[in-house]
Each structure stands twice: as C-alpha cells, then as structure tokens.
C-alpha cells in the first residue's frame, strides 16, 4: 500500500501543529484547540488545517482571531521543524464534523425515546 508524499507529510504537519500549540503558544484563545485534519496541496505548498474548540459548542471569533495572529509563528516553528524546501501556507479552517455528528446524535436519542 502506497501513500502519497502529501499524505506523509499532513500527518507529520498535524503532529508538530498540535505539539506547538500545546507547548509553545501562549495565546489562551487556542489553548483548547485541537487539530482534526490537515490536507495539504500536491506540491506541498498548501496546509489546510482543520480544528475544533473544545468546551465551546461553536467557533468564537476569538479562537479564529488567535489562530490567525498565531499562523506567522506556527510557519515558523514548522521551517525550524520540518526538513521541507517550502513552508506551506496554513489556513485554518473550522470542521464542522463534529456538529454535523453531534446533531445526528441528538436526532437518533429522540427517536430512540
């Protein structure tokens, strides 16, 4: 079974993203963020980060504000962390997944009852 290299590298960008956030960033707009998904583009120059809050039932604008002034340092930390020619490009992007399932959830306990 082949994986593409994106694969590969999603996988250790989702591992050092979670890792900094919990260690290093201080922001504590993000500290109850967890990374779902990272996809990242063919040519390894697009990160699409996916994360839930947390304890909070929806996305503030706050968890999006500290994730977007955080971004510059994350690619940082990633250049020291990675031996990658590029630095993708983050972009956080909220998983509604886990409303999706949260909903389906409640739906199948009331017709349960």
Do not use: C
């Not at 929806?58 to 002034?69: M, N, Y």
């Not at 992007?93 to 017709?111: A, M, N, V």
């Amino acid at each position: 079974m082949s994986f593409k290299r994106a694969d590969r590298v999603s996988d250790l960008i989702k591992a050092e993203i979670t890792n900094i956030l919990l260690r290093q960033v201080r922001d504590p707009r993000v500290q109850n963020v967890t990374i779902t998904d990272v996809k990242m583009s063919d040519d390894l120059r697009q990160a699409k980060i996916y994360f839930v809050p947390m304890g909070i039932d929806s996305v503030a604008d706050e968890v999006k504000e500290g994730l977007k002034r955080a971004t510059g340092f994350l690619k940082r930390e990633l250049g020291k962390r990675l031996q990658l020619r590029y630095v993708p490009d983050v972009t956080f992007i909220f998983d509604r997944s886990f409303d999706y399932g949260d909903r389906i959830e409640r739906l199948l306990g009331e017709i349960e009852k």
